[in-house]
């Protein structure tokens, strides 16, 4: 062999640089099988999520809650199967809610949650694989209340804190004056509520909640969030400024398990199972190729 | 002149901003609601403006016609359908459209009353409890037999986007009532365009740009997720514990996997997640603090 030939490249150092769009069709291939062949593991629910799920039960019927829709359509598949799980939950304990939001691309998928989830029956009585009382559809102004979309991040939620007719002038999103649905008397402000219900997708969201009006004005609220913002509002659940935590799917499908109805969540955490499969292989086998890599041997890196 | 106003009215804004803390006076809490009602106005005023920017960024570059000025002109064209698509056009040519009813004596003056609904098929009718299609599989009207007595009529879309339209008839026994209506179709940010945009186009693309994430966490988590030293070696080990122990498999493989999850996210995790808050609020605080004595002007333009 003569000096100028080059070795052939080691194994592992072809690998390093294999076409990264094969992990692509791994990751394709782990989303799209367990929607065919689901695994139907049961999905626990954590202790951050029993304790969403404790002070949801524990409210009296014909409580008021507050519902903030924080939330875009990325962040539905997360979010989604938490909020039917919590409505078709309050619904059947007979509490009022109030809806609002403060992301601007919230309010016609707000408006597809009234129609769909609100206005209509979760779980009429008969449904298949569940056994819990039946929910009845909400009527508008009447069970419910849609106040619709303020901007204003933090000052419009410190705002909510303080005097939430003053944010919404008054009127409901439909128009109606807040003075005029009997639901909405005696609610100044977000203490006269008995719960607030955050369902978090980023800024502004569940973090600001805290920070601006929940110890200030002592407020009882739970979130749900995306899975990447739960080691974010971890901290709030240990102190108690949240009594609840639903972090991302999974804690989702363990809220429809206590809630006694399967939904999205359910079926989504099959696709986390194996997708996070596929993300702890791509890790084993990219430490694998890294250590028995010549170069790393050599003491590079 | 320029920069000195909108300090000094930093500066008092700010300071009053930390004052009312500690001001339990209702005249404080007033005033407080009020300013921040201003913020909300201003937040609002802002998307003009930032509609404004996207148009004097981008005009200048596609009339350069610079790399990429394709994409900047579907940028533009796209915010400009949605802002037009987003008023609502229907109050200014009217959607007043009210269903009528034409009462009429039936065959017989004992017995119900009839409600016949002419309205095409994709329309739900609620005549009391009674729903049902506008038109039947045949192309019938939706006919359905009530007590004598006010009875009330809605015609709406499954679809978002239209007019409800709801009417009313008092009706003797017997009698027919004949109600004509099509829900009308309304523009605006309830309106079918807008929110059919907003369902066929932005939430599945916005819903893709989120989704690609899995594919990349999957491609960075082969290169760069390596245990090169000790703390990366930790880092590793506590993320295949999370990932396992936060999905249903980690407990059907084994039943604590999910307690010492849950144990990394209550201890290591908030411990160091707090210290970052913590450090977070007081830089937060220092620099309020520059800000409102006047000490930082970067905001204001300057270096």
Redesign the interface.
């Known amino acids: 062999m003569s000096a100028t030939e080059q070795k052939p490249a080691h194994w592992s150092e072809k690998l390093q640089t294999f076409d ?1 769009r094969w ?2 069709l ?3 291939l782990a ?1 799209v099988i367990p929607l065919f062949f689901p ?1 139907g ?4 629910p ?2 951050m999520t029993k304790a969403a799920y404790n002070a949801v039960e524990s409210l009296p019927p014909g409580s008021r809650v507050f519902v903030s829709l924080d939330m ?6 997360e979010l989604e199967p938490f909020f039917k799980a919590v409505m078709l939950h309050l619904k059947r304990k007979n509490v009022k809610v109030v809806f609002g939001t403060t992301w ?2 919230a ?3 707000v ?2 949650y009234m ?1 769909e989830v609100v206005e209509a029956s979760i779980a009429p009585a008969g449904t298949a694989g569940y056994s819990g009382a039946p929910d009845r559809p909400y009527v508008k102004n009447v069970d419910y209340v849609n106040l619709g979309f ?4 933090g ?2 939620i ?2 909510f804190g ?2 939430l007719r ?2 919404f002038d008054g009127r409901a999103n439909d128009g109606t004056a807040l003075d005029q649905i009997p639901m909405m008397s005696g609610i100044k402000q977000l203490k006269d509520f008995d719960l607030i219900v955050l369902l978090n997708a980023g800024f502004p969201g569940a973090k600001e909640y805290v920070q601006f009006v929940g110890t200030r004005y002592k407020l009882k609220m739970i979130a749900a969030c995306t ?1 990447v913002s ?3 509002l ?2 709030y659940f ?1 102190t108690g400024q949240l009594i609840g935590l639903v972090g ?1 799917m ?1 804690a989702a ?1 363990g809220y429809e398990d206590l809630v006694g109805k399967k939904g999205a969540g359910t079926s989504g ?1 099959d696709v ?2 194996i ?6 292989l ?2 084993i ?3 694998v190729v ?1 250590f028995v890599s010549p170069r790393r041997r050599r003491g590079g ?1 | 002149m320029k920069k000195t106003l909108p300090l000094v009215l930093g500066m008092l804004f700010g300071f009053y901003a930390v004052a009312e803390f500690y001001i339990p006076h209702h005249a404080v809490g007033t005033l407080t609601d009020e300013f921040r009602s201003w913020a909300g106005i201003l937040t609002a005023a802002a998307f003009v403006l930032g509609g404004v920017n996207i148009l004097q960024v981008t005009w200048p570059k596609i009339r350069r016609r610079e790399a990429d000025w394709e994409y900047k002109v579907i940028l533009l064209a796209a915010a400009g359908v949605m802002l037009l698509v987003g008023l609502p056009w229907h109050r200014l040519v009217g959607s007043d459209a009210k269903a009528t009813v034409t009462v009429a004596a039936g065959a017989s003056a004992a017995g119900p009353a009839t409600v016949i609904v002419e309205a095409p098929a994709d329309v739900v009718v609620q005549v009391g409890s009674a729903v049902g299609a506008g038109k039947d599989a045949g192309g019938k009207p939706f006919t359905t037999q009530v007590e004598p007595g006010e009875v009330s009529i809605k015609l709406s879309r499954r679809v978002a986007g239209y007019q409800p339209q709801e009417v009313k008839a008092t009706l003797t026994a017997g009698q027919v009532a004949t109600v004509r209506g099509d829900p009308p179709m309304l523009w605006g940010k309830e309106g079918r365009v807008f929110v059919w945009l907003y369902d066929h186009v932005f939430a599945p693309c916005n819903s893709t740009m989120f989704a690609l994430l899995a594919f990349f966490v999957a491609s960075a988590a082969f290169r760069a997720f390596r245990a090169r030293n000790v703390e990366a070696g930790l880092l590793l080990g506590a993320a295949m514990i999370m990932l396992l122990g936060r999905i249903p498999m980690g407990r059907a493989l084994w039943d604590d996997l999910p307690d010492i999850a849950q144990w990394l996210l209550d201890v290591p995790n908030n411990g160091g997640r707090r210290a970052i808050m913590m450090g977070a609020a007081v830089g937060a605080i220092a620099t309020g603090l520059r800000v409102i004595l006047g000490l930082e002007r970067s905001h204001l333009g300057s270096d």
């Open positions: 990264r992990i692509f791994a990751m394709s989303i695994l593991l049961p999905a626990k954590d202790p875009d359509p990325a962040s539905t598949p601007y691309s309010p016609p998928l408006e597809r129609r303020r901007d204003g991040k000052a419009i410190q705002l303080s005097d003053k944010a899975a739960t080691t974010d971890a901290p240990q991302g999974a499908a955490a986390l199972n997708g996070s499969i596929v993300v702890m791509a890790i086998f990219g430490n890294y890196r």
